[in-house]
């Protein structure tokens, strides 16, 4: 982990943080949530899989908070990502999370109790198989084996809404619900044909599964569209380049990912969050590159979510 200057600016950034952190101990004292006003304010972030991006993020992330914000407890929570991290946030189970744009409702009346923080980067959705095998397309999977991402997770939406594109809905393809290490592994073994992550490049599971055996990634840049015409407007084409996994270059489908916070958080626990979230933005991009590439600008794009207030209150002080 690569050490952060302390300029004047970041210890009077550390002086407010901690009276920020007090004022949230007395509020939530306060209110009646704590028993003990000695006990530290706990931040979960809800993650994904030890070897994706989103828990690389949020592992430099809470080592952040805790060194910066005085009387605050950070840890990750490994999850099946997306799906299960808006439910766990907006349930109360946990204060952050990271999500794909496509996981979040697009109507008023589908309303979650969660806010956002920032958006984040961009997931791409991999298509891995082996190399010299007989998935070379969408439709060479049909009839066989694959693994569209754990139950509760981002990678299964996106994966099952592209084979509703391509026409292979239904039992068209003998899925499997597996998390990137099972996949990873599955397809070693020989007990899938193929597997489906969505993550910010590069995803350590597929770089390790690459140094290890023949790999390709399948080119899905021909779905992009029918995804937007059917799904919306979220879906983009992005490029993986031969420099990220020593492969062929394709193109893929990718989606906004956010940071996610439970609306009802006090609002100058929000804004310092915000604040580290950008102002360390060197060293989240050690820890994975995709956290690296944020910015103040790009972070505000969060439709169909409402920053929280306090992460609002930040991003207008800093004038992106």
């Not at 306060?30 to 070897?51: H, K, L, M, N, Q």
């Not at 569209?148 to 039992?171: H, K, M, N, P």
């Not at 592994?185 to 193929?194: F, H, M, N, T, V």
Request: glycine content about 10%.
């Amino acid at each position: 982990m690569q050490r952060v200057s302390r300029t004047s600016s970041d210890r009077a950034g550390r002086r407010r943080a901690g009276a920020a952190a007090l004022a949230l101990v007395v509020a939530l004292t306060a209110a009646g949530c704590r028993d003990d006003p000695g006990e530290p304010v706990e931040i979960r972030i809800a993650t994904g899989s030890p070897t994706a991006v989103y828990y690389a993020f949020g592992q430099s992330l809470a080592t952040i908070l805790n060194r910066e914000l005085p009387g605050v407890r950070a840890s990750v929570v490994i999850t099946a990502a997306s799906a299960e991290n808006v439910r766990l946030v907006g349930s109360g189970a946990a204060e952050l999370g990271f999500t794909q744009a496509d996981v979040l409702p697009t109507s008023p009346t589908q309303s979650l109790p969660v806010d956002a923080v920032a958006r984040v980067y961009d997931d791409q959705l991999h298509l891995v198989t082996t190399d010299g095998g007989p998935v070379r397309t969408v439709g060479d999977l049909r009839g066989r084996r694959v693994s569209v991402g754990a139950a509760g997770s981002g990678t299964e939406i996106t994966a099952t809404r592209l084979l509703e594109v391509a026409r292979l809905g239904g039992d068209a393809v003998r899925r499997e619900r597996l998390n990137l290490d099972d996949s990873v592994a599955a397809l070693r073994s020989g007990r899938i044909d193929a597997f489906f992550f969505s993550g910010g490049l590069p995803v350590r599971g597929i770089v390790e599964l690459a140094g290890r055996s023949a790999t390709r990634i399948v080119d899905l840049g021909e779905w992009t569209e029918p995804l937007r015409a059917r799904y919306g407007q979220v879906y983009v084409s992005r490029d993986i380049p031969r420099s990220v996994y020593g492969m062929n270059p394709v193109t893929t489908v990718a989606d906004p990912n956010y940071l996610i916070v439970r609306a009802n958080l006090p609002e100058p626990l929000v804004r310092d969050v915000t604040r580290l979230l950008m102002e360390r933005r060197a060293e989240l991009g050690a820890a994975h590159p995709a956290a690296g590439r944020m910015s103040p600008r790009s972070a505000i794009a969060t439709a169909p979510l409402p920053l929280h207030p306090g992460a609002a209150a930040w991003y207008r002080a800093a004038k992106p």
